[in-house]
């Protein structure tokens, strides 16, 4: 019997039993074997256990058994997440792909009523932290995995995500993945104990570098254009210009000359992409997005990409793809209100980091909010940018992000009114 197997299965035994205590480690547990998935790095009996299911049930349970202990807040991001799930699942009832449709509904609902119960759950700054660890060291794993087979291949093969039914399987979606949480390394540093910072910087640069090189390693051309667009928002954030600038200079020229000419041949067939088949295939799934889109308000639904829907849609009926887009896959799955929804979500939490930014320089005690705000923002830089050219619209990493910035800002708009401050006692008064 396989010991990682065994081990596997030990932890997440031990973890029910805390989750049944503590409806929050459930959320963190869920994410863990949601986006690592622990259980498809054995060889033995636990690949086939519903370990996701298990966590998922056992949270319900605790959640009903601790009912003082959550609360789901009514905001902007979490209305629209009840909005845009229920367009989805209406249009569903109307997708081309009936029974693959329905399939795809199944996952990504939960995806959904997971997001919404870490709003609920999460509420302390010791969830978000854990919550952020799991998320960053179980894609930062495949980070320093494939920049390590980066380095000792060359750049000569692709890296790709972890096997299986993931969504960050595929060599693009996993250079997205990187591209958002290699911003959030940084901000894990600072939640650890003073004497642990200095091992762990050197730790996490290791890891960024390395993710770096998968990331290039992926040969993704979308990671590529989302690598230059973070990394120039990184630039104009950063308090420190010059000596941000001047690294800069010097790793992104060694990095890109490490790569062999087949590399450099590929990133520049975005020059060309009239004649380059794979863009081409692209271009064609993107018009036959917009003309689904522009027929039907509730677009084709999940799944929907089939040689009989090419064959109706399509500019060219042949050559059936996937959307390539987190926005023409919205756009063509669920319409343009779909569409107007997925991108309201986008704009919704970037106002609510800056809302954080501006609120937390304010205070010095707020300051780790700034960062962790400032930190989410480039990682919605490169979800934006790179996630343009690849499906992972409904990959759990944003939405949780998205929670993140809700609690961080609820967390600091609670610490406003301090016992010692005056002006907010009067105010009090008045409220009262």
Known sequence: ?????????????????????????????????????????????????????????????????????????????????????????????????????????????????????????????????WLLWVLVLSVGYFGVKGGLFTLRTGGGEKVFGPPGASFISDNNAIAVALLMVVPLMPYLVTTLPERWKGRARWGFLAAMILSGFAILGTQSRGAFVGIAAATLFLWLKSQKKIVVGFVL????????????????????????????????????????????????????????????????????????????SIYFQMLGEHGYPGLALFLSLGLLSWWTAGRIIREGRRRPEHAWAVTLARSTQVSMVGYATAGAFVNISYWDLPYYLMVILMVTERLISAQKARPGDKMNQKAKLVVT
Not at 35 to 58: D, S
Not at 124 to 129: V, Y
Not at 285 to 304: C, D, K, M, P
């Open 1 to 129: 019997m396989p010991l990682r197997d065994i081990a596997t299965t030990l932890v997440i035994v031990y973890l029910i039993f805390r989750i049944l205590k503590e409806p929050w480690i459930g959320v963190v547990t869920y994410a863990w074997v949601s986006v690592f998935q622990p259980h498809k790095h054995g060889w033995g009996f636990a690949i086939h256990l519903p370990f996701a299911m298990a966590v998922a049930l056992v949270t319900f349970l605790s959640m009903i058994n601790h009912q003082k202990d959550w609360k789901l807040p009514y905001n902007g991001i979490t209305i629209h997440l009840m909005l845009l799930a229920a367009w989805m699942s209406f249009t569903t009832l109307f997708a081309f792909e009936q029974e693959l449709a329905w399939r795809q509904w199944t996952n990504v609902m939960k995806v959904w009523l997971f997001t919404l119960v870490a709003a609920a759950v999460l509420r302390e700054k010791k969830h978000i932290d």
């Open 249 to 324: 200079i010097l790793l992104i020229p060694f990095a890109i000359g490490f790569m062999p000419d087949t590399w450099v041949k590929r990133m520049k067939t975005t020059e060309t992409y009239d004649t380059d088949m794979s863009a081409q295939g692209r271009l064609n799934s993107w018009q036959t997005a917009i003309n689904i889109a522009n027929a039907r308000i509730v677009g084709g639904g999940f799944e929907l990409y089939s040689l009989r829907t090419w064959a109706v849609y399509a500019p060219n009926p042949a050559n059936v793809n996937s959307a390539h």
